[in-house]
């Protein structure tokens, strides 16, 4: 788990990073969101840790997206338990992963993840939650993923969200068998660029 020892302060940084930190742990940086009123995982610093168990709170407050690049290119990381409170992973969130095999957001609150938020990760087992409704461009690009379950939330794949992905095998959706390109997204999921290759796809896997 991450090691939760807080240490109080605020702290500019440049580049392509947040203007500041609104805290730090130990090992992460949280950003705080007037809009929502929560906080955002911004940054990890470890580099020991093989599993990550995200907290639901900071400060009191929910902590309700992982920020974008936050935990980029950390091959040490195998598992990450993810709390009911987050509702957006953001883009490159877990870029080059490439030992995490599993993501189980099956009990979390996510409706959007966005672009190369898993790209070329090790993921081989992958559980939606039952609210997911937006998958960005190339999300899970390059994974090793050989079946994914949509639920019937799911409205918008982007392009590339699945390319690239050799073993994957069959994509089952919990939603109805309607492919009319004009009135139904479901004709989106199936037919854009999103997924390539030779898959078979069933409709309403129990």
């Known amino acids: 788990e991450i090691d939760c020892i807080e240490i109080e302060y605020s702290c500019p940084v440049t580049g392509t990073a ?36 995200i907290p639901s709170t900071y400060r009191g407050k929910p902590v309700t997206a992982i920020g974008q690049q936050a935990f980029e290119n950390h091959p040490e990381i195998e598992s990450i338990t993810f709390p009911n409170s987050i509702e957006k992973i953001g883009t490159q969130a877990f870029y080059k992963c490439t030992n995490l095999s599993a993501i189980d957001l099956s009990n979390t609150s996510v409706t959007t993840i966005e672009q190369n938020a898993f790209k070329e990760t090790g993921l081989e087992t992958l559980i939606f939650p039952e609210c997911i409704s937006e998958i960005k461009d190339s999300a899970f690009c390059g994974t090793n993923l050989v079946e994914i379950i949509f639920p019937a939330s799911l409205e918008i794949i982007e392009s590339k969200a699945f390319s690239n992905c050799p073993y994957l095998e069959a994509v089952y959706y919990k939603g109805e068998n309607h492919i009319n390109p004009s009135t139904d997204c479901t004709y989106d999921i199936y037919l854009n660029s999103g997924i390539d290759g030779e898959i078979d796809f069933y409709f309403e896997r129990s």
Do not use: C, K, W
């Open 18 to 53: 947040p203007e500041y930190y609104s805290g730090f742990n130990r090992f992460t940086a949280y950003r705080y969101d007037e809009v929502t009123d929560s906080y955002i995982l911004d940054n990890y610093f470890g580099d020991s840790f093989s599993e990550i168990d």
